[in-house]
Antibody, heavy 120, light 106 residues
Framework: QVHLVESGGGVVQPGGSLTLSCAGTGFTFSRHAFHWFRQAPGKGLEWVAVISDDANSKYYGDSLQGRITISRDNSKNTVHLQLNSLRREDTARYFC?????????????WGQGTLVTVSS | EIVLTQSPGSLSLSPGEGATLSCRASQSLPTRYLAWYQQKPGQAPRLLIDGVSRRAADIPDRFSGSGSGTDFTLNIDRLEPEDSAVYFCHQYGSSPTFGQGTKLEI
């Protein structure tokens, strides 16, 4: 059974940093690309970043460009999203989701998300 | 960036009725990279349809997708109470975007 679990969220002050993790089980992790999405309270979904199965390709959305880094460790079946210089408007639930390629294939499984709150 | 606009914003229907949810893209999608997701409160989005009209695994045939170019539709037949959720359309090209969602209440 495919299972994705995000962790690492919490309360952080403006300007602070946070690293989110996503652990995958129940499938061959290294065969999939992974996306991060976010959803601000009461708002719609926004694409954040994607990393290819071999980590050779990484792409970022405009809103967090330059402030985030996506990475993965296939030996530990985890994907990470490092968030830097956080702003109040980055407050959201962050989801990871798997796909077979970076673009052109819909994500089929998502985690429950981890909440990031940027507040002083 | 491709902007997706969904209508209506909300919909209230009775069990057994059918629902038609629309998604309009700001520019034509040259490929069939259009999906629909269902999201219930506190849950992760669930893939219903990808490639405009292909049902995902374990999705009942009450759910169907159609469309081309800039106009896409999700139809849900024989509504059940558990279909109450927010439905998002999503284009998964090189700069993925989502519609703002349609809240369906049964």
């Amino acid at each position: 059974q495919v299972h994705l679990v995000e962790s690492g969220g919490g309360v952080v002050q403006p300007g602070g940093s946070l690293t989110l993790s996503c652990a995958g089980t129940g499938f061959t992790f290294s065969r999939h690309a992974f996306h991060w999405f976010r959803q601000a309270p009461g708002k719609g979904l926004e694409w954040v970043a994607v990393i290819s199965d071999d980590a050779n390709s990484k792409y970022y959305g405009d809103s967090l460009q330059g402030r985030i880094t996506i990475s993965r460790d296939n030996s530990k079946n985890t994907v990470h999203l490092q968030l830097n210089s956080l702003r109040r408007e980055d407050t959201a639930r962050y989801f990871c989701a798997r796909a077979y390629t970076v673009f052109g294939v819909a994500t089929d499984y998502w985690g429950q998300g981890t909440l990031v709150t940027v507040s002083s | 960036e491709i902007v997706l606009t969904q209508s209506p914003g909300s919909l209230s229907l009775s069990p057994g009725e059918g629902a038609t949810l629309s998604c309009r893209a700001s520019q034509s999608l040259p490929t069939r990279y259009l999906a629909w997701y269902q999201q219930k409160p506190g849950q992760a989005p669930r893939l219903l349809i990808d490639g405009v009209s292909r049902r995902a695994a374990d999705i009942p045939d009450r759910f169907s997708g159609s469309g081309s170019g800039t106009d896409f539709t999700l139809n849900i037949d024989r509504l059940e109470p558990e279909d109450s959720a927010v439905y998002f359309c999503h284009q998964y090209g090189s700069s993925p975007t989502f519609g703002q969602g349609t809240k369906l209440e049964i």
